[in-house]
Structure formats: C-alpha cells, structure tokens
C-alpha cells in the first residue's frame, strides 16, 4: 500500500468520519494543517486513483469513502515494512517498533499473547537483494542501525 504522509492524514480523516465531502475533511484537518481546499482535492484524486476512496456525489458535492478499514491499511503497512527489510531482521525491525511506541497494559497483554501463539519457523532465509552470491548483511546490527536504514 503506497499511500504518501499527507495522504494517510487524509485517510485518517475519512476514518474517522466513515465517509466524508471535500469541506468536512478540510474542518477535520484544519487544526494540524494548513492546507488548501485545492491540496485536499488534489490528495482525495490521488487516494481515488490508488483505489482506497471512493466516491459518491450527493447533490453538488462528492463524497468520499474508504474502500478498506483503518485496521486492514495498518496491516498492509505493517507487511508493506518487513517487505522492505532482509527476513532475518524482523525480530530487530518489531523489537524496535515495540521499544518505540508508548504501550498500554492491555496492548503489551495483547502482543504477549500473539507472540504465545505464534509457532516459530524451522529457519528464515535471508531474502536481501542480492541473490547471486552469498549473503553480505550484517544480520546481528544494532536495532536502531536497522531502523535508521528503513
């Protein structure tokens, strides 16, 4: 899913709304950015054409809807992040998100859980670029090397 910055702030607009016209995201977002009607526009095309909105028009407006949810877009960036990344660094890449975020109780009970279900894999085979020849990463890098890269 390639979805710019200022596109998701879009997004998460929309989100929140569950469909919404040109001037109710332009309100929704006013407070964080100061961007034109025109910008908004142009952003809401892009999303059209990448086809997570769609639109309806009610009466002289357009109204646009998403066309997955906010926790389907997470799951696809999440995929979209370990894609970019060599296999044998997930457990460095995942760490350093968790170390990241500010976690509640019941989140850190959530990914306890999720790590308590998951069976390990027999092996991970590094999947860097170059296939040719044998694997030249540095796969015990510092967490905050590998990030810093991402």
């Not at 997570?52 to 799951?75: D, H, M, W």
Request: net charge negative.
């Amino acid at each position: 899913m390639n979805i710019s910055d200022s596109e998701m702030v879009i997004m998460r607009a929309i989100w929140t709304l569950e469909s919404a016209s040109v001037d109710q995201i332009s309100c929704k977002i006013a407070a964080s950015n100061d961007w034109s009607v025109a910008t908004i526009k142009t952003l809401l095309g892009r999303l059209v054409k990448k086809e997570v909105l769609t639109t309806t028009k009610s009466g002289r407006k357009f109204i646009y809807t998403p066309t997955l949810s906010e926790c389907q877009a997470v799951n696809l960036m999440g995929q979209d992040l370990l894609d970019k990344v060599c296999a044998k660094k997930y457990a460095n890449v995942i760490t350093n998100l968790i170390d990241a975020a500010d976690l509640t109780k019941e989140s850190l009970q959530e990914i306890t859980d999720a790590l308590a279900q998951k069976i390990p894999a027999c092996h991970v085979s590094c999947d860097c670029l170059d296939k040719s020849s044998e694997c030249t990463c540095d796969h015990t890098r510092a967490t905050e090397k590998v990030m810093e890269t991402i």
